[in-house]
């Protein structure tokens, strides 16, 4: 077994001293609960202050004193504010209860330099050949609350030039206002940098809290090369905090986040000006990491900060938590930066709202009937710049009773707006007044302006509806503009629409556009004239709302002339359709094509006129040999309209446009298949019958189908049905509304055969409407009722519910003694859709005569609602001839059930019984039980524990011998059974490798607590299994004199030392491999040796030895040497899966011992 970390093991060494010494003078303690902003409570009491020899009054104010002054005693700290984790906050002074008085500082030794400032009564290290940069910088969390641009640039004024935001605390705790924090720290042109306040005392802990940290980042758009701080102060972190961190920072590292500091209080450093050194090793992260919390005074000023100095080493310093930055608000942690790296990339941003003392003042959305008006201000500025816009709002009715002062809320183009409602002004009607104030940044308000409103309830607005609507146009082009300005009384509508047509088509190529709505408030769409089939003359347009009921209304109409630009080379082309009404297809042709000159493509949309264009399609005609353009079109496609279609050509222009060039027409009377579409319903079933007869036309089809939907859903239901074929010829199918979410409203089927290419060809649709009226349905039969063994089938057909079936029931019992038999059967689906409960009269105490058979659905929404009840008779007529055997009683967890026989009472005498039970194939744990009957039942209980607790099918086999010499066979089937194996209970001898008493002793290479895993381990097993105490220094003494497997060259134990010194205590080891192994030992009552890797236990590239004893339904308990708190519970494949891969561990095959006596 490979030792721990021998650093690590020298910081632990630090740990110890400094947890058994008192807090240091700096620091000022609370013995009240820590609350976190996530309502965490941290319960852990902090240490008294130590009391020298000689007391002094207690002092208001606590001081770092440098490492050559004498501390003075001071009586313990009273209780202070429960302080909160939301913001770094270590030996904060915030509020101390105890009284200030006088003291005389203590003389300092010869040569030492000390700085006194108002306020501290001690001296205080300095560091006068440190820089330090102009700007400080403050740390804000949700205590803070949101911070508003203003509040931010006032900070900037007072020297601030960065901002470090919370993010995230342990794994589960989010700053709900760092978004808004972060963002208008951005806007005044702060540095921002992150913190994460950290709670791990693992390395895993500590790599998962810088996931949940990085995971927050990520969210927040926070870049990479943010500077990203570790806040740990809580006094549990304290062991192993070097490990931890640098698995944390580790973790960052390798998510790419490598700009990081590291936040804590001097005292947890061991290079500091204190008498008591920390242990956190700074050496190994970078003293220029830190940034250091050290308090000198409470209310120590950034300049005196700057002079003093304290921690200059350090990358910052945090000298105060009771910062007033900003009068009346949250208090604010203030810091000193050295390095430049949380201030150097400020760039205070020009306040938008410095300047000339202006605002205007707009009153829009004025709604006469709901009493709501909105106040818009803009250029908003203010010599000394603008913190906050105020507006004073209150209605002439009764004076100023309903005065509100509103704060307005910015928007991202610079105005403020305030949204008002009469119902917070008493409901007043009338005129209103609205004065505008704003509080500068220096703290003046200012009044600015004013201005009035009449304000209506339920009065319905009068303004006219009317618009300007223009239309200019680009001959040349071949466009329009359409513009619509001026609205007025559109009031609550929807959209505008613009209608746009040729006269010279008579309406026939009107477009009904959506314009786009302008900056200004207007509406303006462009139309190309090609789209409108380049006609020349008059040009149409008109401009419609859409209201709050969706009604379109007219507004205003507008004309243009128009004469389109024609080319040098006048564009012409012969547009030709031919038809087949047998084949149902067109030809369309275009040729002699002049002035297509430089064009793409040439494309041809084709229609019926019945249809109204709804069937248009785009064809793209093949060039021809001849220089023209075909294409053929079927009248399938769309949908077999008679009557006139409508061809026209297009040609597409080097810029990608279409140019229309010719149209022609053709009357079309289709040779077609038909067939009467009957639909019928039941509402109260939910079901449809479609039916398509009488069919013409279908020659050489291959099939019928028929979609089916409901217009509710449009077409989102919709199904594709196969119909079966009567023996009429005709075409049926039933469709349930529930497989078209049981929508209301219009039906629609429509019939379609499918050709001989494989195409599917429309015949005729047909419609219905709906109203769902279904209930739940199901008709219980009761089929295969045997007189002679009393079993029957309980058969359910037409199980349906509107809410959807869960599970069918089918309670059963007899007539005899009431219900005392009952039975509840969950009903098995059957193929055809059928469910299916099969009875016998075995289960329900043999009973005949009337049996009661009831019906319940449980649905889908978890309810149970009864269907239908039945009754059928029962007789067993074998029961009273010939011996019954059954299985009952069958408890699979605990591994057992029962086999029942009961003699006829009329049938032959029972001699004796035996039952054959096994589950293994080849009847490896066949087991025998016999009985000897006392009466007309007979009971044999068949346990797994006869058949090697294996879990599986039991066949179970009867064999009933007769008095009168015969024997009868029984095959029960199988029966499933998965017993838990039996439990081993743990033993509980603990040692520790870490105890004091032996911790520290070497041998060889390395000493106990590091290396001595396996000694301590066997020294567990030992003292169990012998029933005496063996020490693991005893082990230890053995293993390092006697062998050569321990410490010697390499820290840790092999293989060979634990099979040497289990033999000198005369005990017997047996090498094991793979978790079955394992289990078996533990089963056996067996002590295993594991050793470990890479897990909860141990980090790589260390192993480490364990102590399993114990087994229950695939676990054991674990004792870990080094780490008590591991000690518990655990998965047997785990505990295999993580096993130690080193060769010291592997040196005989495995890393797997089991020990025993």
Request: proline share 4%; hydrophobic share 35%.
């Amino acid at each position: 077994m490979k030792k721990k970390d021998l650093i690590f093991y020298a910081g632990a060494a630090v740990l110890m001293a400094v947890s058994a010494q008192g807090v240091s003078a700096d620091e000022l303690v609370s013995n009240e609960a820590t609350t976190t902003e996530g309502n965490q409570v941290q319960a852990e009491k902090a240490p008294e202050v130590a009391v020298a020899e000689k007391s002094v009054a207690p002092v208001a104010s606590n001081y770092a004193a440098p490492a050559n002054v004498t501390e003075q005693s001071v009586a313990p700290a009273s209780k202070t504010t429960a302080s909160e984790s939301g913001t770094p906050s270590v030996e904060k002074a915030t509020e101390a209860s105890t009284t200030e008085k006088e003291e005389t500082p203590l003389p300092s030794n010869t040569g030492s330099t000390t700085f006194f400032n108002t306020g501290a009564h001690a001296p205080a290290g300095r560091s006068t050949d440190v820089a330090v940069q102009p700007k400080s910088f403050v740390d804000v969390s949700s205590h803070n609350g949101d911070i508003s641009i203003g509040d931010y640039r006032t900070l900037a004024n007072k020297g601030v030039g960065g901002v470090v935001v919370k993010l995230t605390e342990d794994t589960w705790y989010k700053n709900p206002n760092a978004e808004n924090q972060i963002r208008n720290a951005q806007a005044a042109g702060l540095q921002v940098s992150t913190y994460h306040f950290s709670r791990y005392t693992s390395e895993e802990a500590a790599r998962a809290e810088a996931r949940f940290y990085i995971a927050e980042a990520q969210r927040l758009n926070i870049p990479k090369n943010t500077l990203m701080v570790n806040d740990f102060e809580d006094a549990k972190m304290q062991p192993n905090i070097n490990r931890n961190t640098q698995a944390w920072a580790d973790e960052m590292r390798k998510n790419g986040y490598t700009n990081l500091m590291f936040y804590t209080s001097a005292s947890w450093l061991d290079e500091n000006n204190l008498r008591k050194k920390g242990p956190v090793n700074t050496a190994q992260f970078g003293l220029q990491n830190f940034w250091v919390a050290q308090y000198p005074s409470p209310k120590l000023s950034v300049n005196d900060a700057k002079s003093l100095r304290y921690n200059g080493k350090a990358g910052a310093w945090q000298f105060t938590s009771q910062a007033e930055l900003l009068p009346g608000k949250h208090l604010f942690d203030h810091s000193v930066d050295y390095t430049g790296r949380f201030t150097a990339n400020a760039k205070p941003a020009a306040d938008p709202t410095e300047g000339s003392l202006s605002g205007k003042i707009d009153i829009v959305n004025n709604d006469t009937m709901t009493g709501r008006f909105d106040v818009v201000i803009s250029n908003v500025q203010a010599p000394n710049g603008v913190r906050t816009v105020s507006v004073p709002i209150w209605s002439e009715t009764g004076g100023q009773d309903d005065l509100v002062w509103y704060t307005a809320n910015r928007q991202a183009n610079g105005t403020y707006i305030v949204n008002v409602k009469a119902e917070d002004h008493k409901n007043s009607t009338g005129l209103y007044n609205v004065h505008l104030y704003y509080v500068q940044n220096n703290g003046q308000m200012t009044g600015v302006g004013g201005t009035t409103t009449t304000v209506a309830i339920g009065k319905k607005n009068q303004t006219p509806v009317s618009a300007d609507l223009t239309i200019a146009k680009s001959e040349k082009d071949g466009t329009f503009t359409i513009t619509a300005k001026n609205l007025q009384g559109f009031d609550g509508y929807k959209e505008v629409k613009i209608p746009f047509w040729s006269h010279a088509n008579g309406m026939k190529d009107i477009i009904w556009y959506t314009p786009t709505r302008q900056a200004d408030g207007s509406y303006t769409v462009t139309a190309k004239a090609s789209d409108h089939e380049n006609a020349d003359g008059k040009y149409e347009a008109q401009v419609f709302y859409v209201d709050a009921q969706g009604q379109n209304k007219f507004v205003k109409k507008a004309f243009i002339d128009y004469t389109a630009t024609k080319p040098a080379n006048a564009v012409a082309a012969d547009l030709t359709i031919t038809k087949s009404e047998k084949d149902g297809t067109f030809t369309i042709t275009a040729k002699n094509l002049q002035g297509f000159d430089g064009y793409k493509e040439v494309k041809i949309p084709f229609w019926s006129h019945a249809n109204g264009m709804k069937d248009i399609i785009w064809y793209t005609p093949t060039r021809q040999a001849d220089g023209s353009y075909t294409v053929t079109a079927k009248a399938s496609d769309h949908e077999n309209a008679d009557g006139k279609y409508e061809a026209q050509v297009f040609y597409v222009d080097a810029q990608g446009q279409n140019k229309f060039v010719k149209k022609a027409f053709i009357d079309y009377t289709a040779s077609k298949p038909s067939a009467d579409l009957i639909i019928t319903k039941s509402e109260k079933d939910g079901t449809f019958t479609i039916t398509a007869k009488n069919l013409q036309g279908f020659d050489g089809y291959k099939e019928v189908k028929i979609p089916f939907w409901s217009h509710a859903n449009g077409m989102k239901d919709i199904i594709w049905y196969t119909p079966t074929r009567q023996a009429d010829g005709s075409y049926t199918v039933t469709a349930k509304a529930i497989d078209h979410e049981n929508a209301d409203g219009q039906y629609e089927a429509q019939v379609f055969y499918v050709d001989a290419q494989g195409q599917n060809k429309f015949v005729k649709k047909a419609f219905i409407d709906y109203k769902n009226q279904s209930r739940p349905t199901g008709t219980l039969l009761i089929q295969n009722n045997n007189k002679d063994t009393g079993t029957f089938d309980v058969i359910i057909k037409d199980v349906y519910s509107p809410k959807g079936v869960q599970t069918v029931q089918v309670p059963t019992w007899s007539d005899k003694d009431g219900q005392d038999d009952i039975r509840w059967y969950e009903a098995t689906r059957q193929a055809n859709g059928d469910y299916k409960v099969s009875v016998k009269a075995s289960d329900h105490k043999n009973s005949t005569g009337k049996y009661h058979v009831h019906l319940y659905y449980i649905q889908n929404d978890g309810s149970r609602i009864g269907i239908g009840t039945t009754t059928t008779d029962v007789e067993v007529r074998n029961a009273m001839t010939k011996t019954q055997a059954s299985i009952k009683n069958v408890n699979a967890t605990n591994g057992t059930y029962t086999v029942a026989v009961d003699q006829a009472p009329q049938g032959r005498q029972i001699k004796n019984i035996r039952v054959a039970a096994w589950s293994k194939a080849h009847q490896e744990n066949l087991y025998w039980y016999s009985a000897t009957p006392t009466g007309m039942h007979i009971e044999i209980t068949v346990s797994a524990n006869n058949h090697g607790n294996e879990a599986g099918n039991y066949t179970t086999h009867v064999y009933v011998d007769y008095k009168d010499g015969g024997v009868e066979g029984f095959n029960l089937g199988q029966t499933a059974l998965s017993p838990r194996n039996q439990k081993v209970n743990p033993q509980t001898t603990y040692y520790s490798q870490r105890d004091p008493r032996w911790a520290g002793k070497y041998y060889g290479v390395s000493n106990v607590d590091q290396s001595g895993c396996v000694p301590t381990s066997l020294a567990m097993t030992f003292t169990d299994i012998l029933g005496r105490t063996i020490l693991p220094t005893t082990v230890a003494d053995y293993l390092y004199n006697n062998t050569d497997s321990f410490n010697k060259g390499e820290a840790g134990t092999d293989s060979d030392g634990i099979v040497a010194a289990t033999r000198n205590w005369g005990l017997k080891s047996q090498l094991i491999n793979g978790a079955g192994g394992i289990a078996e030992a533990l089963m056996a009552g067996k002590h295993v040796l594991a050793a470990v890797g890479n897990s909860q236990f141990t980090s790589d590239p260390y192993t480490h030895e364990l102590v399993l004893h114990g087994y229950d339904n695939g676990r054991t308990y674990v004792r870990d040497p080094y780490n008590s708190g591991n000690n518990g519970w655990y998965s047997i494949n785990y505990l295999h899966s993580i096993k130690s891969k080193d060769p010291m561990d592997n040196k005989l095959g495995a890393p797997f011992f089991s020990i025993f006596a």
